[in-house]
């Protein structure tokens, strides 16, 4: 299934979705340019974390989009960090 079929299906994601996408850009730091949405959020130690409490269930929807578009997709895998901001866009 596709993403945006699996986000239409699926409505009461849209909200944890773009929570997604906002954490895990909302760790950047200026100072030393790290961090921002890089798809760390999609490790334990930061989807464990009391903010990010709630957004397994639209974790778990990137992760089966990314299987999906990771096996027809002839330029190489699409990143978390992509994925995760472009399902925080739908």
């Not at 906002?22 to 009391?50: A, C, H, Q, V, W």
């Not at 999906?68 to 978390?80: H, L």
């Amino acid at each position: 299934m596709t993403l945006y079929k699996a986000i239409k299906a699926n409505p009461e994601l849209i909200s944890p979705l773009l929570t997604l996408a906002l954490n895990d850009s909302m760790t950047y730091d200026k100072p030393t340019k790290t961090g921002g949405p890089n798809g760390s959020i999609r490790f334990s130690s930061e989807i464990e974390r009391p903010e990010n409490k709630g957004l397994s269930a639209a974790l778990s929807m990137v992760e089966e989009a990314k299987k999906e578009i990771d096996s027809y997709s002839k330029g190489g895998p699409i990143s978390y960090s992509d994925l995760i901001q472009l399902a925080g866009l739908k």
